[in-house]
């Protein structure tokens, strides 16, 4: 007989769909998600040749058994410049689950600063982490190094920590990084913070002085030091390339610009055939960080993580992508050209990264690696794995969200299927770029201002 008390069938648990010939057909523009259907892109699922799916027990195509239910955590995180990429992937998974989040916000401008703000379970705070001393102090906040006039916000950085037992914190490039960084410290520890998460980078001229460093690493790499000297319990995160960054707009170094055939070109100076950490931060980085969160300090203390699930060549990102799009994408190996106006700090920071990955060097074994440390390059992905088994990599992006961010941005590439070329299975040989200039940013009016259904600039560099 059945039993008179059959196991309950959880009802709020989101599943993603396997694949199906239904989501196969191509699509006309009259059936896009602006005019109330869908495009082929929103179908879901992981290709047979996706290394994701033979290296995670928890991917789309496997079975997920019911857990236990648990008690909802009795903590508060803190957490700064809450809509960039890391942070906010965080706030979904923690208020999900039962945590409470104190979050800084810059702005409340954008579609993720309004996901925040809206968060029941979020206490926001609006306002800069720096204060300028002159109210008619005009000047671009985030060129590297000290910045007479330029001070640190304390009083919203100690209003932040309030009541929170754990942090999350990110750091950007908006003031002094040092000076913000180590005054976040100092508050984090007088409010007694249990466990204190930051996302750090390398100075890769401490690991080789025939390296030049990248000013907004170092800054990061700066701070971490500072967090370890005062005696924080800390754990630092180093993440990967995101996956999101590419974007067919004009935006420098992961600009996948697209072609009158159809396909797709980015043009970067990574050699083509060393490996690079990658990472989806919107979907991984929030269940990684709440994983460390539940171990704890007694696991994780004075640790550093390489964040990536995947470390593939750029020719290896490139056939990924190709396999998620249905398109052909093809490598460059060139400079870094720059043709909207970006920050001050940001340009700072690619001026050295091509210096650091240097199209003088013909030899992949000897690019310097992403991390600084070698041994922590070859951790990837085993470090991210073992926090968060259920990553979403560059194939399944490309597939799945790529084309709706362009989308949001105004791109209709998505609904020219007729004109799509064939696969021919492989990518295009590298091309090497020599003698290519900067874009001169005086000839543009406005830079890239990220402020429509998307995101902020500032996501891009958080």
Same mark, same amino acid.
């Given at each position: 007989m059945p039993s008179t008390n059959p196991i309950p069938i959880r009802t709020d648990l989101a599943f993603r769909p396997a694949p199906s010939e239904i989501g &196969? +057909? $191509? @699509?006309?523009?009259?059936?896009s998600a602006t005019h109330g259907t869908r495009h082929k892109h929103t179908r879901s699922s992981y290709s047979e040749s996706s290394p994701l799916t033979a290296v995670s027990r928890n991917n789309s195509l496997s079975f997920r058994p019911l857990k236990r239910s648990t008690p909802s955590p009795d903590k508060t995180i803190a957490v700064i410049n809450a809509s960039g990429r890391q942070a906010a992937s965080l706030i979904r998974i923690a208020t999900a689950v039962g945590y409470k989040v104190r979050a800084q916000l810059r702005n409340l401008e954008g579609v993720i600063a309004t996901e925040v703000a809206t968060n029941p379970n979020v206490t926001v705070f609006v306002g800069e982490l720096y204060l300028r001393n002159k109210k008619d102090d005009k000047r671009d906040v985030t060129a590297h190094g000290p910045l007479p006039g330029i001070t640190v916000n304390h009083a919203l950085i100690s209003q932040l920590f309030n009541s929170a037992q754990l942090a999350f914190i990110n750091t950007? @490039?908006?003031g002094d990084e040092i000076q913000i960084g180590e005054a976040i410290a100092d508050a984090a520890k007088r $409010?007694? !913070?249990?466990?204190? !998460?930051? =996302? =750090? #980078?390398p100075d890769h001229a401490a690991y080789n002085r025939e390296w030049p460093s990248l000013p907004l *690493? $170092? +800054?990061?790499?700066? !701070?971490? &030091?500072?967090?370890?000297?005062i005696g924080l319990p800390a754990t630092f995160v180093y993440t990967g390339i995101y996956n999101n960054n590419f974007t067919? /707009? /004009?935006?420098? /170094? %992961?600009? #996948?610009? /697209?072609?009158?055939?159809? =396909?797709?070109? *980015?043009? +970067?100076? @990574?050699?083509? &055939? +060393?490996?690079l950490p990658w990472l989806d931060a919107e979907h991984d980085v929030g269940p990684a960080i709440i994983q460390l969160f539940k171990d704890g300090p007694s696991k994780w203390n004075g640790k550093r993580i390489a964040l990536a699930y995947e470390y593939l060549t750029p020719l290896e990102a490139c056939r990924a992508f190709e396999q998620g799009l249905g398109r052909r994408v093809r490598y460059k190996r060139g400079h870094i050209e720059v043709k909207v106006k970006i920050p001050t700090g940001y340009r700072e920071q690619l001026e050295a990264l091509e210096k650091l990955w240097s199209l003088d060097n013909n030899d992949p074994e000897k690019q310097p690696p992403y991390f600084g440390d070698l041994e922590l390059d070859r951790r990837c992905p085993n470090d991210a794995l073992a926090l968060w088994e259920g990553p979403r990599g560059l194939e399944e992006y490309a597939r799945e969200i790529f084309p709706l961010e362009e989308e949001a941005n105004g791109m209709t590439w998505m609904f020219d299927d007729e004109g799509?070329?064939?696969l021919e299975g492989t990518v295009e040989g590298v091309e090497d770029v020599e003698g290519s200039e900067d874009g001169d940013?005086? =000839? %543009?009016?406005?830079g890239l201002v990220m402020r429509g259904l998307k995101r902020d600039e500032e996501s891009w560099l958080a």
């Open positions: &196969n +057909a $191509a @699509f006309s523009p009259k059936s950007t @490039f908006y $409010a007694g !913070v249990q466990h204190y !998460v930051y =996302s =750090s #980078m *690493w $170092a +800054a990061k790499h700066e !701070v971490e &030091n500072y967090v370890r000297k067919s /707009l /004009l935006y420098p /170094l %992961f600009c #996948m610009e /697209l072609q009158q055939d159809g =396909s797709f070109v *980015w043009q +970067a100076p @990574f050699h083509p &055939n +060393a490996k799509e070329p064939e940013d005086d =000839s %543009f009016d406005e």
